[in-house]
């Protein structure tokens, strides 16, 4: 199973979510390594009356493993239902500052 499947099993295991996206964004940062960097978008009845620390705090421990191992950065967009219908959409991540562009001539 890759570090993507395994996230997002967990997750869906954990949620229940009424949305579930997990993008890898490994490609967006120096070094060779393919499953370090993610995004993911949750949105779960889980979250309702939740601040975002208490639904960072539930999401870290159910993978607390991948991120003690080949997770170098996750990042999260988590939502009730409600406030997904609202928001749909997601910022686009910045590309990271030690990844080299190539220019064209």
């Not at 993507?4 to 869906?12: P, Q, T, W, Y």
């Amino acid at each position: 199973m890759s570090v993507a499947s395994d996230i997002e099993s967990k997750v869906a295991e954990a949620f229940q979510p009424a949305y579930l996206e997990l993008i890898n964004e490994s490609h967006m940062h120096a070094g060779p390594a393919t499953d370090t960097h993610f995004k993911l978008v949750l949105a779960s009845s889980r979250f309702e009356g939740l601040n975002a620390v208490k639904r960072h705090q539930l999401v870290y421990r159910v993978v607390a493993d991948e991120l003690a191992g080949p997770v170098h950065a996750l990042a999260l967009h988590l939502y009730s239902p409600e406030e997904w219908e609202r928001a749909q959409a997601v910022p686009s991540s910045p590309q990271c500052a030690g990844k080299k562009t190539i220019k064209n001539k």
